[in-house]
T-cell receptor
Framework: GAVVSQHPSRVICKSGTSVKIECRSL??????MFWYRQFPKQSLMLMAT?????????EQGVEKDKFLINHASLTLSTLTVTSAHPEDSSFYIC?????????????FGPGTRLTVL | AQSVSQHNHHVILSEAASLELGCNYS??????LFWYVQYPGQHLQLLLK??????LVKGIKGFEAEFIKSKFSFNLRKPSVQWSDTAEYFC??????????FGTGTRLKVLA
């Protein structure tokens, strides 16, 4: 149990376009979902936290208007990279938690590789 | 600000060797501690976690970790590694908020 999927797994887009990444909890209801960014050979950096039906909470330095997060249901969160540029190329990972993640395990999706040309 | 340090960035071992990966954190309050593993091409999986109780935590695949509060450490150990343990290992800390702070990861390569 506790499977998290992401779609797409890879996406290549032209500079200036927008890209939407979906994160789904397949067999549980996720109270909280998280979006991370992972640069090559570096750790996961938390971008934002989203709770179903609420506005996402962004980490310092993350542009809210650039990375739009929607958590429309207890099983789906989306990250939209708006007007993508080459510096947005990265590996984006989502995770989901049944409750307060500090007290519950986060379950991670397989990640989405974004390449902006 | 909280931080998590993993001092070993790359580790190469032969099969059957013992493994210890270091993890230190900076936070003075109550913490929850995690070790995650990421096998090549796969997503992060939880190896083990510590919330309270016995500071020696046993996880999956023969891994264990010891929480030493006085040293702010949560080192990961395995007595005898296998080739299939080749992966990247991440330590994470949560201080009672919902957020995890991840270490920079340790790439382990086990030679057959």
């Amino acid at each position: 149990g506790a499977v998290v999927s992401q779609h797409p797994s890879r996406v290549i887009c032209k500079s200036g376009t927008s890209v939407k990444i979906e994160c789904r909890s397949l067999d549980f209801q996720a109270t909280t979902m998280f979006w991370y960014r992972q640069f090559p050979k570096q750790s996961l950096m938390l971008m934002a936290t989203s709770n179903e039906g609420s506005k996402a909470t962004y980490e310092q330095g993350v542009e809210k208007d650039k990375f739009l997060i929607n958590h429309a249901s207890l099983t789906l969160s989306t990250l939209t990279v708006t007007s993508a540029h080459p510096e947005d190329s990265s590996f984006y990972i989502c995770s989901a938690s049944r409750g307060l993640a500090g007290y519950n395990e986060q379950f991670f999706g397989p990640g989405t590789r974004l390449t902006v040309l | 600000a909280q931080s998590v340090s993993q001092h070993n960035h790359h580790v190469i071992l032969s099969e059957a060797a013992s493994l210890e990966l270091g993890c230190n954190y900076s936070y003075g309050g109550t913490v929850n501690l995690f070790w995650y593993v990421q096998y090549p091409g796969q997503h992060l999986q939880l190896l083990l976690k510590y919330f309270s109780g016995d500071p020696l935590v046993k996880g999956i695949k023969g891994f264990e970790a010891e929480f030493i509060k006085s040293k702010f450490s949560f080192n990961l150990r395995k007595p005898s590694v296998q080739w299939s343990d080749t992966a990247e290992y991440f330590c994470a800390v949560s201080s009672g908020t919902y957020k995890y702070i991840f270490g920079t990861g340790t790439r382990l390569k086990v030679l057959a």
